[in-house]
């Protein structure tokens, strides 16, 4: 497949449809322009070629990305049962406080996880690691804004309040796994694996 043909679409696909909304508090939410920025970083290495995925499969960047792929099921699962534990009102708000801090850690987990993956496309692609990097550090610290606003919403018992903080700072989960699945495949044939505009493998 010849990706130069693709390349105008790519600043498209990638741009989250709420930005047309203007900058209001609910559009492009940290954790949506977090995984879009995982997604520019695999369209800039294929833009790259090949020669780069052969220096990644040399690195730890498929073992991170493993790592990275666990840390995402694990916050889907935990941001799922804190989200239905607010709705049915049926929880001690010692529960919720643990159930808040597991997704907190986790954040910071994925966090640490994306900043040491951008050092080994650093090391491959410089400088488009440190893009995703800057990217990285700029979402977590909304990210962690959004889900101090959660908690305190929890605090004061203002459930949906609660469920709109939790939604704003964890969205678009199933497009950062099949992005990182992306990666992962792509490393291990040393080629792309997807199609950056669809993320649909290739076959």
């Known amino acids: 497949m010849k990706f130069s043909a693709i390349v105008l679409g790519m600043c498209i696909s990638w741009a989250p449809s709420v930005l047309a909304q203007g900058n209001q508090p609910n559009s492009a939410p940290p954790f949506a322009r977090l995984t879009n920025a995982v997604g520019e970083t695999f369209t800039s290495i294929v833009m790259s070629g090949n020669v780069v995925w052969d220096k990644l499969a040399e690195g730890q960047a498929k073992d991170t990305l493993q790592k990275l792929a666990t840390e995402a099921a694990?916050?889907?699962d935990a941001k799922a049962k804190l989200r239905?534990?607010?709705k049915s009102g049926n929880h001690e708000h010692r529960s919720l406080e643990?159930?808040?801090n597991e997704i907190r850690n986790t954040l910071g987990n994925m966090s640490a996880s994306l900043n040491k993956f951008s050092r080994e496309i650093d090391a491959a692609a410089h400088p488009v690691g440190e893009s995703l990097r800057v990217k990285v550090n700029s979402e977590h610290l909304e990210k962690s804004a959004a889900l101090s606003n959660a908690?305190?919403?929890?605090?004061?018992?203002h459930t949906e309040a609660a469920i709109k903080w939790l939604d704003l700072a964890i969205l678009d989960l199933d497009k950062m796994r099949t992005t990182l699945t992306c990666f992962q495949d792509s490393i291990t044939r040393k080629k792309p694996a997807c199609d950056p505009r669809t993320l649909k493998p290739i076959l």
């Open 74 to 76: 694990t916050l889907e």
């Open 84 to 86: 239905s534990d607010l």
């Open 98 to 100: 643990a159930q808040y």
């Open 151 to 157: 908690k305190m919403a929890i605090d004061e018992n």
